[in-house]
């Protein structure tokens, strides 16, 4: 059985500069995977160079084996919230059904098969009485809720999510975490750029350490220790042990 | 005089012709203004005037199919041209729009005057696609129009929620594999398009007016993309109609200020009038919130005053 996710040598520049240097890595499947690191250490361009948003120089891709381009259909993909202009005129069900467009192909309209699936996805979100909201008039907590129910609405085995926990209410980030073990349930795999270094023991199987290159890969009890996280954050962290 | 003027079989062709356009102007419009290209539109507007002159020049005729090529040809370039610039070098893309607009526009000014001043160019009545006159359109010009408008809608309504995630959110519609440059690409050239079969009723100056207005006055009645389309469109095409068929009334009057004057009543009227979004509305809802707080107030501050 192939890994959902394989990484070879993926070099990302940005106007001259080198944001990611010969990132290599393979991650199993049916994990929640963090990706940590300081700012500015390109865990979201590491995302988006994958999934083809941004160019790359050079490197491979692979999904269960298979390059990139073959596979979106077993991807999902939640941006961060500010990549979008909440003002755009479409409410919340909208917004999930955009999540169908991928299985729907070129020119055809979504119907109710579609609009049913995004149902179900807004249900799974706890958002299913927003669905003819405006999409301007919602909170933070909630828009996140709505790009993870359009993510959902995928239907992906692999899931890529880019700070989803960012600015959101204690009740989201329950809501989102327990979620996200459902996905785990499933067989499914998640990889979540993560900015909260509290709960990362908490949430995640597997961590990676990111700082323009591949600090360490691993378990989360393995590499999730005050060693690798100073070589990770380059010595601007304090690390207190808990006992 | 009114109905003799919609019995008159030719200007009732025009007329036709102006409400297609304004049509067709308020559905892309929408497209150009939710993805943030209303000065990229400005820009092209201008930059077709030397492809018209140049054209004229070549051509020496009138006829309004070589000069709309050669309006495209320019105004393509332009698009182009704002592109690698804006890639290569260290302009932003408003200060990019300004220079190319100034230069293709000052260029086509100093071709328009060479022309007027030769004996040919006297006749040319070239200047009126600098503020547009319906009147002057022929039988076969509103044919043009009105076909290039039916394939401009059938094209909005074909890739409708590909335009709609794009200009959402362009980084999912990559994700999702959607090819996004060449969708903007298309997004572009029928903003082109738009703007030069425009050019003829509204003129270079102000057809970017007709692209916008009716899209931003369309946006505070509705949420909805695909209803805020059937609103622009139909403020596009009164705005079209009711330009002709004033200008038409008035000799000398061009007709692309009338046009944009409608439009922007239209969106005044929206501004003020439209339920939940106009601020007529709005400051109704204030005082009623403000009202409902006093009696609550009212109510405690006697509560007390008891004791």
Redesign the interface.
């Known amino acids: 059985m192939k890994n959902p996710l394989k990484v070879k040598n993926l070099s990302v520049a940005y106007e001259k500069q080198e944001v990611l240097k010969n990132v290599t890595f393979e991650i199993p499947e049916g994990k929640l995977i963090g990706i940590i690191g300081p700012n500015g250490a390109g865990k979201s361009t590491l995302i ?1 160079s994958i ?3 941004v160019p790359s120089l050079t490197g491979e891709v692979e999904i269960y084996g298979k390059p990139y ?1 073959e596979q ?1 259909k077993l ?1 999902g ?1 939640v ?1 961060q919230r500010e ?3 909440w003002d ?4 919340v069900l ?2 999930v059904t ?1 999540g169908r ?2 299985h ?1 192909g ?5 119907r109710h098969q579609e609009k049913k699936i995004a149902l179900d996805c807004l249900k799974q979100v706890g958002m299913e009485n927003f669905s003819d909201r ?1 999409i ?1 008039q919602l909170s933070g907590g909630q828009q996140q809720r709505v790009f993870l129910a ?1 993510a959902l609405a995928q239907d992906a085995q692999l899931y890529f999510m880019d700070e989803p926990f960012a600015g959101v209410d204690a009740m989201t980030e329950k809501t989102i975490i327990s979620l996200l073990k459902h996905l785990k349930d499933q067989g499914k795999t998640v990889l979540v750029v993560h900015h909260d270094l509290n709960t990362v023991k908490e949430y995640f199987d597997w961590i990676i350490l990111l700082n323009e290159e591949i600090i360490m890969i691993g378990e989360t009890e393995k590499v999730f220790t005050k060693e690798y996280l100073q070589k990770t954050y380059g010595g601007k962290l304090m690390v207190f042990d808990s006992n | 005089m009114w109905s003799q003027l919609i019995l008159d079989p030719n200007l009732r062709w025009i007329l036709i012709g102006s409400m297609f356009l304004g049509l067709s102007s308020g559905i892309i419009g929408c497209f150009a203004y ?1 993805r943030k290209q209303s000065l990229l539109g400005d820009a092209v507007a201008h930059s077709t005037l030397p492809g018209v002159a140049l054209a004229f020049m070549f051509t020496g005729s009138r006829a309004i199919f070589g000069l709309l090529i050669g309006a495209l040809c320019t105004s393509l370039l332009a698009t182009f041209l704002i592109s690698y610039i804006t890639r290569q070098t260290r302009l932003k893309q408003d200060a990019t729009l300004g220079v190319v607009l100034s230069i293709f526009f000052s260029i086509g000014m100093l071709l328009l005057t060479i022309i007027q001043q030769s004996s040919v160019g006297n006749q040319s009545g070239l200047d009126r696609f600098l503020f547009g006159q319906s009147a002057s359109m022929i039988h076969s010009d509103v044919n043009t129009i009105m076909m290039i408008s039916f394939i401009l809608i059938i094209t909005c309504t ?5 335009f ?2 794009l ?3 362009p ?2 519609a ?5 090819p996004v440059v060449l969708l903007d690409q298309l997004i572009m050239f029928l903003i082109v398009v738009a703007v030069v079969i425009g050019i003829q009723i509204v003129g270079v100056v102000l057809i970017v007016a007709l692209l916008i207005t009716p899209a931003v006055a369309a ?1 505070y009645w ?4 695909h209803i ?1 389309l059937v609103i622009s469109a139909i403020f596009g095409m009164i705005s079209g109609a009711t330009g002709t068929l004033i200008s038409s009334n008035i000799s000398n009057l061009p007709t692309g200020p009338v046009v944009v004057l409608i439009a922007v009543c239209l969106f005044v009227f929206s501004l003020l009038f439209a339920p939940k979004q106009g601020l007529i509305f709005k400051a109704l809802s204030r005082r009623k919130v403000k009202e409902k707080n006093n009696n609550g107030l009212d109510h405690v501050a006697r509560v007390e005053v008891k004791r």
Do not use: A, N
Request: net charge positive; charged share 35%.
């Open positions: 988006k999934l083809g948003i381009k979106r991807i993909y941006p990549s979008v202009d755009f005129p479409t409410d909208d917004v955009m467009y991928g729907l070129w020119f055809k309209f979504p405006q301007s359009r | 939710l074909l890739f409708f929620k590909e709609k995630l200009c959402f959110d980084e999912f990559k994700e999702l594999g959607f946006r509705t949420d909805k993309l805020m």
